[in-house]
C-alpha cells in the first residue's frame, strides 16, 4: 500500500457529461500519472504531473485535462465524456528520483463507465 | 518510439509447477528499467520484480525471477512452484524517462 486513494471508485455518466477523477496521495511525492487501462492494451498514459502545476501529456491525452494545486491531490477531467472513455482509469504515483528505487506504485482504481 | 510485447495473450499452469512468461522490448537506450507487475482479480497493480539494463544479473524475488537478455532485448518472468494465488494478469514495462510504457499483459491460470 503506497498511500494512494482514488474517487470515486466506480462512476456512470452521460455521454457530453463533464466528469472528474481523483487521486490523492499521503506521502507527498513529487511525480503523479493518469492511466487507462483498456482489454488488448495495457495500461496507457494520459497525463502526468512533475510538481505542483506542472503537468505534461501522455500518448492518450486527447480529451483529458488535469489539475494539480496541491503535492498530494492529482486530478483528472473528462470535460465531455464519450463512450470512448469508458474504461478502467489508474493513478500512479513515482516514487524514488533514480535508479531501482524509481518505482511507480499505483492506486486501486476506478471504473468509469460513459453510456 | 520504446514498444513493449507480450506475445502470450494467456498461460496456464499446474499448481506447484513452473512457468515462464515472455516480454520483449524495442528501445535504443543503452540504460533503462524493466518491471513485471502483477493485476490479480481485485484490479490492484502489484510490483512482483524490477531489473537495471546495467546488471548482468538476473533479478529475483522470491519464487519470481527472470531472464534478461539484453542483446535480444528480452526479459521473462518465470514464476516457480505456482500457486492459486499467482493467478492474475501480468504485465511487463519498460521506463523510460518519467515514464512507463507497457505491454497488453498476459492472463496466467493456475489449475490445482
Known amino acids: 500500500d503506497a498511500g494512494i486513494t482514488q474517487s470515486p471508485r466506480h462512476k456512470v455518466t452521460e455521454t457530453g457529461t463533464p466528469v472528474t477523477l481523483r487521486c490523492h496521495q499521503t506521502?507527498?511525492?513529487?511525480?503523479m500519472y493518469w492511466y487507462r487501462q483498456d482489454p488488448g492494451h495495457g495500461l496507457r498514459l494520459i497525463h502526468y504531473?512533475?510538481?505542483?502545476?506542472?503537468?505534461d501529456k501522455g500518448e492518450v491525452s486527447d480529451g483529458y485535462s488535469v489539475s494539480r494545486s496541491k503535492t498530494e491531490d492529482f486530478l483528472l477531467t473528462l470535460e465531455s465524456a464519450t463512450s470512448s472513455q469508458t474504461s478502467v482509469y489508474f493513478c500512479?504515483?513515482?516514487?524514488?528520483?533514480?535508479?531501482?528505487?524509481?518505482?511507480?506504485?499505483f492506486g486501486p482504481g476506478t471504473r468509469l463507465t460513459v453510456l | 518510439a520504446q514498444t513493449v510485447t507480450q506475445s502470450q495473450p494467456e498461460m496456464s499452469v499446474q499448481e506447484a509447477e513452473t512457468v515462464t512468461l515472455s516480454c520483449t522490448y524495442d528501445t535504443s537506450e543503452s540504460d533503462y528499467y524493466l518491471f513485471w507487475y502483477k493485476q490479480p482479480p481485485s484490479r490492484q497493480m502489484i510490483l512482483v520484480i524490477r531489473?537495471?539494463?546495467?546488471?548482468?544479473q538476473n533479478a529475483t524475488e522470491n519464487r519470481f525471477s527472470v531472464n534478461f537478455q539484453k542483446a535480444a532485448k528480452s526479459f521473462s518472468l518465470k514464476i516457480s512452484d505456482s500457486q492459486l494465488g499467482d493467478a492474475a494478469m501480468y504485465f511487463c514495462a519498460y521506463r523510460i524517462p518519467d515514464k512507463l510504457i507497457f505491454g497488453t499483459g498476459t492472463r496466467l491460470q493456475v489449475f490445482p
Open positions: 500512479a504515483i513515482r516514487v524514488g528520483t533514480s535508479g531501482v528505487t524509481d518505482t511507480q506504485y
Open positions: 531489473q537495471e539494463a546495467y546488471k548482468q
Open positions: 506521502e507527498n511525492h513529487r511525480y
Open positions: 504531473s512533475y510538481g505542483v502545476k506542472d503537468t
